[in-house]
């Protein structure tokens, strides 16, 4: 027998016993379905056996690993419908948006239309009240490599090649086998709310927002979006790299230098059109940058005004940052702490008799806000907007009009900038969004800021929290959207993210996260960040910009 002790009290059971028949036993009432489980601090499947005395914590939907679990399940479903009708077509899984990830079915013998997209959303369904396992094997290197050699997936077998750990693991759900990057649900089941859209061409399959299982959220396009993502999936393939065994090959083969240039001359292009699209548009005054955490914000303020100023337009810089009221005056959130990620943390009625006195050609100064006092300071800095001259205010807050009221709609300039994504780890696991602006951020903290890796994943998630809240639902509204992820911009990080992920203990409550972290980076190799160049947004977070950040 064992004892699990779950919330402080304890259960006695036979030992080799399934996370999933414990379940079974006593009925325990969530908030959200559970999705998988922590057992004395490290995640495990619902199929986990229990061999010894063990605390559980529930992951449930609720939880940023809980939908990662029915998120990754749910498209191993959709890849093992799309191979069972169309054996010939290959499924590559390809971002995320709207709720959902966006699809391709390339070689399929049957046009794409709503026949093909019934066909696969009924068999699905079938496949959910059959009730499939999903089930977990360990397999040698060698050996998952010969499978992946016999289905002509060379895109896996690339990442097997960079794989650190002899023993591969396989999930298989009847006949069909496949890796997927991280944890799985015991069953097909489980997977009972999605929603398969046609969508540009391919595939959007849809899922609940975290913490609400029960419904599906609106659906609202967002083709600004998709088109940025389209378009960066184009300079992968003008770079010729379209996962990271293909970018493994170059680093092994001496050309990842090209390959940074060409990066970030791309990058430097998407820049000037944008500062081609303000000159069209001289009536737009004021510029508004946002973007989520990590995106590079600062650095792409700084890289569009250069670009301005080849235009012959005379730009300033701002902080919205330096427009929060007094500390004494932060709204207080739900945890009764300070709000710093409220609308109203900015002192409005100032910012837009700024915006409203520079509009009529009228001085102001400037303030900055001073972070240790918690107040704003007089600087003595007096701007006047001149004929050839344009503001660029950054913040996270940027794209909300509630922000700039005072002002019409055509005297604004929105510019969206976010990390969206960067590289596929193979044609059916990608590197999340959140994932790779969370390296970003970490190695920032611990580089400028003094936080431990674990004070970045202790604030993470009201960090996200803030951006689905403040940001993501005005991107659309943006005049301009810039991608600003590097496809190669992971192995630079992993060698500044890998030894502080290392340091954090089993014991700590982060530890789920830096597995997760650790393993992602696995796959990469460590590419060296000399062949950064000085003005690289990647540089805003591992050093050496030739920016004033």
């Known amino acids: 027998m064992v004892k699990i002790l779950v919330d402080g009290k304890e259960f006695e059971v036979e030992d080799n016993i399934k996370v999933s028949d414990f379940l079974n036993l006593h009925k325990f009432e969530t908030e959200s379905p559970i999705m998988g489980v922590l057992i004395n601090n490290v995640q495990r499947s619902l199929?986990?056996?229990?061999?010894?005395?063990?605390?559980?914590?529930?992951?449930?939907?609720?939880?940023?690993?809980?939908?990662?679990?029915?998120?990754?399940?749910?498209?191993?479903?959709?890849?093992?419908?799309?191979?069972?009708?169309?054996?010939?077509?290959?499924?590559?899984?390809?971002?995320?948006?709207?709720?959902?990830?966006?699809?391709?079915?390339r070689n399929c013998s049957h046009m794409i239309n709503e026949e093909l997209r019934a066909l696969i959303d009924d068999r699905m369904r079938e496949l959910v009240a059959a009730k499939l396992p999903f089930i977990k094997r360990k397999v040698p290197k060698e050996e998952a490599i010969k499978m992946y050699k016999t289905f002509d997936q060379p895109d896996k077998i690339g990442i097997l090649d960079a794989y650190e750990n002899d023993i591969v693991t396989i999930y298989s759900c009847g006949n069909f086998n496949n890796y997927f990057f991280g944890y799985m649900l015991p069953d097909t089941s489980y997977l009972t709310m999605f929603e398969i859209r046609l969508y540009e061409g391919g595939f959007l399959i849809r899922y609940p927002k975290r913490g609400n299982f029960n419904e599906l959220p609106p659906y609202v396009d967002?083709?600004?979006?998709?088109?940025?993502?389209?378009?960066?999936?184009?300079?992968?393939?003008?770079?010729?790299?379209?996962?990271?065994?293909?970018?493994?090959?170059?680093?092994?083969?001496?050309h990842v230098d090209v390959c940074i240039r060409v990066a970030e001359a791309l990058q430097e292009k998407k820049y000037a059109g944008i500062a081609d699209q303000i000159k069209e548009?001289?009536?737009?005054?004021?510029?508004?940058?946002?973007?989520?955490?990590s995106s590079g914000k600062t650095t792409s303020s700084h890289r569009i005004a250069i670009q301005l100023l080849v235009n012959g337009i005379k730009p300033?810089?701002?902080?919205?940052?330096?427009?929060?009221?007094?500390r004494d005056r932060t709204p207080i959130g739900e945890d009764g702490k300070h709000d710093f990620e409220s609308l109203y943390a900015i002192d409005l009625e100032l910012f837009n008799e700024h915006l409203q006195k520079l509009l009529a050609g009228e001085e102001i100064e400037v303030p900055k806000f001073n972070f240790v006092e918690g107040k704003r300071e007089?600087?003595?800095?007096?701007?006047?907007?001149?004929?050839d001259q344009v503001i660029i205010f950054e913040g996270i807050h940027a794209l909300n009009e509630k922000l700039t009221e005072?002002?019409?709609?055509?005297?604004?300039?929105?510019?969206?900038?976010?990390?969206?994504?960067?590289?596929?780890?193979?044609?059916?696991?990608?590197v999340r969004t959140t994932d790779a602006r969370l390296l970003r951020r970490m190695v920032r903290d611990y580089q400028f800021r003094g936080h431990t890796p674990e004070r970045t994943l202790e604030l993470w998630n009201a960090v996200v929290r803030g951006e689905e809240k403040n940001i993501f639902p005005f991107q659309e509204d943006a005049d301009a959207m810039f991608n600003s992820a590097m496809i190669y911009e992971i192995g630079v990080l992993k060698g500044f993210a890998k030894p502080l992920l290392e340091?954090?203990?089993?014991?700590?409550?982060?530890?789920?996260?830096?597995?997760?972290?650790?393993d992602l980076l696995q796959y990469f190799e460590v590419i060296n960040p000399e062949n950064v160049p000085?003005?690289?947004?990647i540089r805003e977070f591992i050093g050496g910009s030739c920016f004033d950040l």
């Open 503 to 518: 340091k954090i203990e089993e014991t700590s409550p982060y530890y789920i996260y830096a597995r997760r972290m650790l």
């Open 222 to 254: 967002q083709k600004k979006l998709f088109n940025i993502f389209r378009e960066f999936k184009t300079w992968n393939r003008i770079l010729n790299v379209e996962n990271v065994s293909m970018l493994n090959k170059v680093i092994e083969d001496g």
């Open 378 to 387: 007089p600087t003595g800095r007096k701007l006047k907007l001149l004929p």
């Open 47 to 105: 199929t986990h056996e229990i061999k010894r005395d063990s605390e559980l914590r529930f992951i449930t939907y609720k939880d940023l690993e809980g939908e990662k679990i029915y998120r990754r399940s749910l498209l191993f479903l959709f890849v093992k419908v799309c191979e069972e009708l169309y054996p010939e077509s290959n499924v590559v899984v390809s971002h995320s948006i709207n709720q959902g990830v966006y699809c391709e079915l």
């Open 281 to 293: 548009n001289p009536d737009k005054k004021i510029i508004l940058l946002a973007g989520p955490s």
């Open 406 to 430: 005072s002002i019409p709609r055509d005297k604004k300039f929105k510019i969206y900038v976010s990390s969206l994504t960067s590289i596929n780890i193979d044609d059916h696991n990608v």
């Open 316 to 326: 300033a810089i701002i902080g919205l940052d330096d427009y929060f009221v007094n």
């Open 534 to 537: 000085q003005n690289s947004i």
